[in-house]
């Protein structure tokens, strides 16, 4: 499965941003797929998953109330809205997804085989 993340780019503190991350493949449904940031100079961490049918849904303390994540399957699409964003939230963010026959979310790094290529979020102050 390739990932394709897109979305990303400037935008003045309080703004808002949607990501798409869309799947070559048809079996999206049967992925869980998360968000990850990487700020700069800081760890990978992760900021938002979602289960492969989309009923459970998970967000990092630091983006809850603010970022939502949801899936369209019939178009291989996971989204991220990201609304009221703020100087500490810009960083690369990156899909992941990985084939599951679990209805929960998966919240490591490590347990996703597929990474999308990245796209920047710069948040100005």
């Known amino acids: 499965v390739q990932l394709q993340a897109s979305g990303g780019g400037l935008v003045q503190a309080g703004g808002s941003l949607k990501l798409s991350c869309t799947a070559s493949?048809?079996?999206?449904?049967?992925?869980?797929v998360a968000w990850f940031r990487r700020p700069p100079g800081k760890e990978r961490e992760i900021v938002a998953a979602?289960?492969?049918?989309?009923?459970?849904?998970y967000y990092s303390d630091s983006v809850k109330g603010r970022f939502t994540i949801s899936r369209d399957n019939a178009k291989n699409t996971v989204y991220l809205q990201m609304n009221s964003l703020k100087p500490e939230d810009a960083a690369v963010y990156y899909c992941?997804?990985?084939?599951?026959?679990?209805?929960?979310?998966?919240?490591?790094?490590?347990?996703?085989?597929?990474w999308g290529q990245g796209t920047q979020v710069t948040v100005s102050s």
């Open positions: 992941a997804s990985e084939r599951t026959i679990l209805t929960d979310t998966l919240l490591w790094p490590r347990d996703y085989d597929y």
């Open positions: 493949r048809r079996t999206f449904e049967t992925h869980a």
């Open positions: 979602i289960s492969r049918a989309g009923g459970t849904v």
